[in-house]
């Protein structure tokens, strides 16, 4: 059962939202990203996709602040995805000391430099947005860990897929993993880049 490998804040918070029993692909992603591989995980809509993605991460940063630099980014398609998933990942974060930041390109650049720079956790942002932030050196990738892409089909997008090729060049050393309903050919081709050795979870 993977939610019972969980850090135990996660199983207290899955217990009050009363989730239970893990779905088939949550069964069969948690272990494999858990393990720090690389990961390609397809499944259709309702399968626990982005839940799976906020245990894993949470999991990974052991619930707890450390540091001013992010450890953990999220990559999503817009303004509207990033703030419905700072929502879903605050039914998690609850009582912790972890800091939720969401980045997006209607917000000035300097605003985020300068809210980024007071310290935070994880960040959610879309790929343009991250790619301005890394070319005025208003973030810090050093201690990332884990880099995720939810939702991934709207790479096929050139300028959003530009943008995450840029973002993962500036990375040296992360886990990656992408979330989507299809196996797109344009993710495909991450395997020649950042998905080297990468395993793939299909349900």
Do not use: W
């Amino acid at each position: 059962m993977p939610f019972k490998k969980l850090h135990t804040h996660l199983k207290e918070r899955l217990a009050i939202l009363q989730i239970e029993t893990p779905t088939p692909f949550q069964s069969k992603s948690i272990p494999v990203i858990k393990s720090g591989a690389n990961v390609y995980c397809t499944a259709s809509k309702g399968s626990g996709k982005t839940t799976t993605l906020i245990l894993t991460t949470l999991h990974k940063l052991k619930c707890e602040a450390v540091g001013d630099s992010p450890r953990a980014v999220v990559i999503v398609e817009n303004k509207e995805k990033a703030l419905a998933l700072y929502d879903e990942f605050l039914n998690y974060t609850k009582h912790t000391s972890l800091r939720v930041y969401v980045g997006y390109e209607q917000l000035h650049v300097d605003i985020q430099k300068s809210e980024i720079f007071e310290g935070i956790d994880i960040l959610i942002s879309t790929p343009i947005a991250m790619n301005k932030l890394l070319l005025l050196n208003g973030l810090n990738i050093s201690q990332l860990k884990v880099f995720s892409v939810d939702a991934a089909e709207f790479l096929i997008q050139k300028s959003a897929y530009t943008a995450l090729m840029s973002v993962t060049n500036s990375i040296d050393k992360c886990q990656f993993v992408i979330y989507s309903e299809k196996m797109h050919p344009i993710l495909k081709r991450f395997e020649s880049h950042f998905m080297e050795y990468s395993k793939i979870i299909a349900v």
